[in-house]
């Protein structure tokens, strides 16, 4: 044991059981392959409280660490490294609201905040709706069936990104690619001259527009997103760059996390002919099904947060400066505090799932994720007499991320029935 500057006492992994939780911990974030045997892993890192794995990285696990990590107001998500390699989009996106922190992460993050509450959210239900229903139908009533991730996937984030921003149906089109043209470019160093060059053309064009609907406000307004962005910027709130990176967070965050949580909960749902069976009775717990279908398989695996205090956990306290790795995917299956935990419950609270993360960098989204999963599984449970999916769940592979949790390639197979 030792203490930290502040006088808290931070436990070290000296047993040989913690040293051997460490090295697997390690083997988990580095390897592809090793998070394929995800459930023996989680298993073993739920009976450890906050572990330091060395160089000041931390893995946390817990459900009530996880919990008490993620909601302190000093665990931020720092930029430490580039994005990209291209200067231009690297700015872009480390502009992003998440990369703020402190006075200045509240200020900015409170001109939209209230724009997700789920009153007017709800305004974006007919819009969902009409697109979800039909990218699904007729296909997934096909012999060939429905294309889960490559339809529902890729239009459903761009919609949604596209209304939240009050962007005109006659823009999403290009919007839409360069959305997808700047996504690509996180994580990588090592682009070719022509991606380089379409990356750029990407910014610049988005950069025009963005400024361009800026000085002129007087287009159609869905979400509301794009108006209050080109209000705060008129009134000198936000400047270029600050307009920019925020219009694109909307644009690039929900590329990954809204796909995956369309597919993850489809293949949920299409192996869980019980679960099924219960909604076609009772509709109106599709967002109870929803919320389960994300506390089990919900997109986002692993978050990372940067600790510029000390934090007390009820496990113990991690040190000012660590670096922490949370498993959010494994908190929401801890015995210790969640009952039943890799069954559904129609009764579970939906306070007890951290699927969209919590705390002062928690999901601003997850009201909207919310409203589209609800939407979904009303859709499959109204429109259809049964459902099946290929891969089920027991067959399933994932994409190799560690932050996000994908299922590959779902497609779905129906029988219409009302």
């Known amino acids: 044991m030792k203490a930290s500057s502040t006088g808290p006492v931070i436990p070290e992994p000296v047993d040989e059981f913690a040293k051997s939780v460490g090295s697997l911990a390690l083997e988990f974030l580095r390897n592809p392959a090793r998070r394929e045997e995800w459930r023996d892993f989680y298993d073993l890192f739920l009976r450890v409280p906050p572990l330091p794995i060395g160089d000041g990285e931390w893995v946390v696990t817990r459900w009530s660490d996880v919990r008490a990590t993620m909601g302190h107001n000093s665990a931020e998500l720092t930029a430490l490294f580039p994005s990209t390699s291209i200067p231009e989009v690297n700015k872009l996106m480390l502009g992003m609201l998440p990369h703020e922190s402190g006075y200045e992460h509240r200020r900015m993050r409170a001109l939209t905040q209230p724009l997700f509450k789920e009153g007017r959210i709800s305004k974006l239900e007919s819009d969902i709706t009409r697109q979800v229903e039909s990218l699904l139908y007729p296909a997934a009533f096909t012999e060939a069936g429905s294309d889960i991730v490559g339809t529902l996937g890729v239009r459903v984030p761009e919609i949604l990104s596209c209304l939240l921003l009050d962007v005109a149906p006659e823009d999403r089109d290009f919007v839409g690619d360069w959305s997808r043209t700047l996504y690509r470019q996180m994580g990588r160093y090592d682009q070719s001259t022509d991606e380089r060059d379409a990356a750029r053309a990407a910014y610049y064009g988005i950069r025009e527009y963005v400024l361009r609907c800026a000085r002129m406000p007087s287009g159609p307004v869905y979400g509301g997103i794009g108006r209050e962005l080109f209000s705060a910027w008129q009134d000198g709130r936000l400047d ?106 129609w009764d579970r609270s939906q306070r007890e799932s951290i699927a969209f993360g919590i705390g002062p960098h928690g999901c601003l989204g997850g009201t909207l994720g919310m409203l589209v999963g609800r939407i979904l599984f009303r859709s499959l449970c109204t429109r259809c007499a049964r459902i099946r999916v290929t891969p089920d769940l027991e067959r399933a592979s994932f994409i190799p991320s560690l932050p996000i949790l994908g299922i590959e390639n779902v497609r779905l197979y129906a029988e219409p029935g009302g």
């Open 240 to 345: 270029d760059d600050q307009l920019l990176s925020y219009f694109a967070l909307f644009l690039l965050t929900g590329l990954d996390t809204i796909t995956y949580a369309i597919a993850n909960s489809v293949c949920f749902l299409g192996s869980s002919p019980q679960v099924f069976s219960r909604l076609r009775q009772s509709p109106e717990l599709s967002g109870v099904a929803f919320s389960e279908a994300m506390r089990l398989w919900g997109p986002i695996r692993l978050c990372v947060r940067h600790l510029q205090k000390h934090v007390p956990t009820p496990s113990c306290t991690i040190p000012e400066g660590a670096l922490v790795f949370i498993l959010i995917h494994a908190a929401n299956r801890d015995p210790e505090c969640i009952a039943d935990p890799d069954q559904v419950r």
